[in-house]
């Protein structure tokens, strides 16, 4: 069955960065587009950035875009998300997902990132 695990979150200052990693399995993973999506207590769901099945095209979200980077490794089922010069709003419970005609149809369970000082 279609598994995704992330992993990678934690407790970081301002400025500081993260890697986020999401283990795939289950499906083809290089025939996907992958997404990173996130969500803060009591906010909808926000979408952050998605790439391309052989990792070529890539879309940010404005509010990341020039400090997250998104990146898969299809030999490892692997998708990424570099987080640079992070920010107390980008403090959120970060997901990664697979989307299929339209709407996500698998999500992960989820990993924290917390921004503070």
């Known amino acids: 069955q279609v598994q995704l695990v992330e992993s990678g979150g934690g407790l970081v200052q301002p400025g500081g960065s993260l890697r986020l990693s999401c283990v795939a399995s289950?499906?083809?993973?290089?025939?996907?587009?992958m997404y990173w999506v996130r969500q803060v207590p009591g906010k909808g769901l926000e979408w952050v950035s998605h790439?391309?099945?052989?990792?070529?095209?890539?879309y940010y979200a404005d509010s990341v875009k020039g400090r997250f980077t998104i990146s898969r490794d299809n030999t490892k089922n692997t998708l990424y998300l570099q987080m640079n010069s992070l920010k107390p709003e980008d403090t959120a419970l970060y997901y990664c997902?697979?989307?299929?005609?339209?709407?996500?149809?698998?999500w992960g369970q989820g990993t924290q990132v917390t921004v503070s000082s």
């Open positions: 997902a697979r989307r299929e005609s339209g709407a996500y149809d698998y």
């Open positions: 289950g499906f083809t993973f290089r025939s996907y587009w």
């Open positions: 790439i391309y099945g052989d990792g070529g095209i890539t």
